[in-house]
DNA sequence: AGCAGTAATGACCGATAGGTCAGCAAAGCC
DNA sequence: GGCTTTGCTGACCTATCGGTCATTACTGCT
């Protein structure tokens, strides 16, 4: 994004490879990855047709290289998750959760989410990359704190807990609403993470009591931890 | 699928249409809308390309068309289920929610719904059905249970009768990943359903008790409550 | 059998877009 | 300024594929 507007030749063999990479997102994502045109990249990223090719040798790598580019983030997000802070178990899903509802909402992450799911069966690598770096390691976090939570007596022995995936479900439903039914049926975000909450921590309640300290609503204060509970009950 | 093992022309103008749907959505199922070939819809319904062009004036409407012929039975379902049968909100909840799991795990419903949020943006129109046949369709059902079972003392007021796509979100995510993530890693089913059996009366519990009716686990004998309908679910 | 009428065919067309490469010009060096 | 290196260019090549249409041959009618 520097002074290329007219159009004298710049040499910058260090910042091609950048911009090209987010050009490519760019037009990847708005129109996927069959009809995004190599030239329209190229333009986008200020730079003739056969220069995107020094770079990256196809189509395919361009697109796996900027895929790949917008997972890193989300690695290093990850890593700072498992570095478990303090805070009761409660208090870090219930972090977890707002957070990814504001990634999912505030984000082109659903974006990149689409992308990955729509061609994964054409670049397997690509998915098994995604799987690696968000859905694995996203489980593993989520498995920690679920641990946690029931050892402390917060949480009960939830079938979810060999389930985890289903932790974010609300997340996903969210993300994928909002990227396809937006327009027709807009998502009502408010209540969306609320029942997300309550969804959760309803499953996870060690007892009579349903987790709502962790349930209120948004905008409201953070709420206080309940104090654990002894013996979760334990069905079965 | 007769026999036209050689390759004598045979004029079957009824079999036609429905055969060509068929193969197309096969063909774009497993390949998806771009690189799907219409000389290769063609060879797998056994005619030349060019009957295909005499039945579907275009790739675009063989598309539409093939989608559109697995929605109409959903909304033959949703029909069925509008028409409420007896029973309490819980057992009626409890089954759309089992139904659901069954059609995402033993059909090419997953699928369906793939293409139609891959395609979605190229295929606006495509989009709108879906989401009038499916997902409205759906939520109305949904919360017409809901609005009985609060009305009944069952459930709560949750922020779920706000969001009532919530209710089907951990469907959504067993599908999704199944379509993607079964072979580096399996989906649990059993865990799956009985975790959303559990989010979502947790979430729904009208007091102290949850519905635990519900929520009995798929192996263990029959749940100590009180319940003389709602039979557990044998599978597995 | 002869004869429409028309379903079906597949060679062909044209547009699109991924990928190439011979040459050009900017940067660096003397 | 002149020379060399090499990042960059865009005209060009070519394979692919959606879509067409003149031709073929199957079916039913008389």
Redesign the interface.
């Known amino acids: 994004m520097t002074d290329r507007s007219a159009k004298p030749r710049r040499r910058r063999k260090e910042a091609r490879p950048g911009e090209i990479l987010e050009a490519g997102l760019a037009e990847f994502t708005e129109r996927?990855f069959?009809?995004a045109r190599m030239e329209d990249i190229a333009r986008r990223a200020g730079v003739a047709k056969g220069t995107v090719f020094r770079y990256f040798p196809t189509k395919e790598a361009l697109f796996e290289a900027a895929v790949q580019s917008r997972l890193a983030p989300v690695l290093a997000g990850a890593q700072a998750a498992l570095a478990d802070p303090p805070g009761t178990a409660t208090e870090m899903l219930r972090a977890l959760i707002v957070d990814a509802h504001r990634g999912v909402m505030d984000s082109d992450m659903p974006q990149i989410m689409?992308m990955?799911?729509?061609e994964?069966?054409?670049f397997p690598q690509l998915?098994?990359a995604y799987?690696r770096l968000s859905?694995?390691r996203g489980q593993e976090v989520i498995q920690r704190v679920l641990a946690r939570g029931v050892a402390a007596g917060e949480f009960r022995d939830?079938?979810?807990l060999?389930?985890p995936?289903?932790i974010?479900?609300?997340a996903?439903?969210a993300a994928?609403?909002r990227?396809?039914?937006e327009r027709?049926?807009p998502?009502?975000r408010?209540?969306?993470l609320?029942?997300?909450l309550?969804?959760?921590?309803?499953?996870?309640?060690s007892?009579?009591?349903?987790g709502e300290p962790a349930v209120s609503p948004p905008g409201s204060p953070a709420p206080r931890s309940p104090r654990p509970r002894s013996s979760p009950r334990r069905?079965?």
Request: charged share 20%; hydrophobic share 50%.
């Open positions: 996927g069959g009809p689409r990955v799911l729509t994964g069966p054409r998915l098994e799987h859905m694995a939830s079938a979810l060999r389930a995936m289903l974010m479900a609300p996903l439903m994928m609403w990227l396809n039914f027709l049926n998502v009502p408010e209540a969306l609320e029942g997300h309550e969804m959760v921590f309803g499953a996870l309640a007892d009579g009591r349903r069905r079965s």
